[in-house]
């Protein structure tokens, strides 16, 4: 898909979710998977990191995630939480 967008479109930003680096059943862990989700987009011209499209506009992806207990207050997502990255392998 990436790729077809990218003969479309003069430019393609991409920024990686937590589902993108979920990894089961694979012994690849979500660092690696990431690090090659960006190797991926640079060989194909996607880009990941932030850059001009016009002389006064920029984008700027940032690699973060929203958890909801980042906010004390949202205890209703506190359920969640488990779940939020289980399918990630961080080493």
Known sequence: ILSSLVKRYRHVFYVPGNHELWTPGTTSDSISKFLEILELCD??????????????????????????????SRTWYHDQESTFDGACRWS
């Open 43 to 72: 060989r194909i011209g996607v880009h990941t990191r932030p850059g001009l499209i016009h002389p006064k506009l920029a984008v700027v992806p940032l690699f973060s995630w929203y958890k909801g207990s980042f906010i004390p």
